[in-house]
């Protein structure tokens, strides 16, 4: 397989459309029967895109700041399923965990207990599961609560087990 040429950009409106068919295809979207609105982060410069020859793979909406114990929040991060397994997740990933780390050392993010594809993911980047809350988005499902040390130079540091 030859090694894609892939783009992170700033998401637009004009990305909306594919990125909402990424969303319609993924979980945990699909079993809890939700959509994304990507405006709001596209207003607050929190939403980006992944493009391989002109077309989008993937996306990723974060916050870098600071806005849980020292930490930044990964909102949502999706790959297009026919390319799922190809790096495309781990590049927004590692350029959501790059530009978390020049604000904050922290980086954390909630998974949905019955996504255990993204859970393995997760762990895989690094990241221990800290704790859970019940009912969060729908009260019979459970989100899982993921945590990740970063430095500040944005070199992956893998995080202490409590």
Same mark, same amino acid.
């Given at each position: 397989m030859r090694r894609l040429s892939l783009s992170i950009v700033p998401m637009?409106?004009?990305?909306?459309?594919?990125?909402?068919?990424?969303?319609?295809?993924?979980?945990?979207?699909?079993?809890l029967r939700e959509r994304v609105d990507f405006l709001p982060f596209i207003r607050r410069k929190? #939403?980006?895109a992944a493009v391989i020859e002109g077309a989008v793979a993937g996306f990723v909406l974060f916050t =870098?700041?600071?806005?849980?114990? !020292?930490?930044?929040?990964?909102?949502?991060?999706?790959v297009a399923p026919a390319i799922r397994g190809s790096g495309v997740g781990r590049q927004l990933l590692a350029f959501a965990e790059r530009t978390t780390a020049t604000k904050a050392p922290?980086?954390?993010?909630?998974?949905?207990?019955?996504?255990?594809? #993204?859970?393995?993911?997760?762990?895989?980047s690094g990241?221990?599961?800290?704790g859970?809350?019940? =009912?969060?988005?729908?009260?019979? !499902?459970?989100?899982?609560?993921?945590?990740?040390?970063?430095?500040?130079s944005g070199q992956r540091q893998k995080p202490q087990h409590e």
């Open positions: 637009t409106r004009r990305h909306l459309a594919a990125c909402d068919d990424i969303v319609r295809s993924s979980e945990p979207w699909k079993t929190q #939403a980006f =870098g700041e600071p806005v849980f114990a !020292r930490g930044g929040y990964l909102r949502a991060l999706a922290n980086f954390f993010l909630c998974v949905s207990s019955f996504n255990r594809r #993204a859970q393995a993911f997760y762990r895989k990241y221990v599961r800290v859970s809350i019940k =009912g969060l988005i729908r009260q019979d !499902r459970e989100e899982i609560i993921y945590w990740k040390r970063l430095s500040k």
